[in-house]
């Protein structure tokens, strides 16, 4: 136990020092909007490991994994090459999808997530973030974080409300 201790502390100070105190961003910046560039800065920051590929129009989608689920990090409201809104997207394929009655029972509980069966009837949650007004890079991480409960919960949903 205490060699894991001694172990997982290395990799903290050695993640510590992959990334510069320069480049690390404080959680107390605000964005009223944001680039692809400063948004896998924070990410990485903050420990994830991303792709980055494009969709529709050119526009970026940051694709990541939480807990082992797949989650698509969305830009949206495009002014230049900043963008004033970003949403977390994860969808599952179940061989018995839930009902739209577990899903409006899902929606009607929960408050910072939405889901919805999309066009072939698979489950999909979403959490929205608006940076118009401002929102710090703390909020960004919060955001992250809640993401992750609100996928462990909404799998967990999906898995038994039918």
Do not use: C
Not at 118 to 146: F, N
């Amino acid at each position: 136990m205490r060699r894991l201790a001694i172990i997982s502390a290395i990799l903290v100070l050695a993640w510590g020092l992959a990334v510069p105190a320069a480049a690390r961003v404080s959680l107390d910046t605000v964005y009223n909007s944001i680039s692809l560039e400063e948004m896998q800065q924070l990410m990485a920051q903050f420990g994830y490991t991303f792709e980055t590929s494009t969709i529709g129009q050119g526009d970026p989608v940051i694709s990541f994994r939480q807990d082992g689920y797949k989650v698509g990090l969305f830009f949206y409201h495009k002014v230049g090459d900043r963008y004033s809104a970003i949403q977390l997207s994860a969808g599952f394929s179940l061989t018995t999808p839930p009902s739209l009655g577990s899903i409006n029972q899902w929606n009607r509980a929960k408050r910072y997530a939405r889901a919805y069966l999309d066009q072939q009837g698979d489950p999909r949650v979403e959490l929205d973030l608006d940076l118009e007004g401002g929102a710090t890079a703390g909020a960004i991480k919060e955001l992250l974080r809640t993401n992750r409960v609100v996928l462990t919960q909404f799998v967990r949903h999906i898995q038994t409300v039918k």
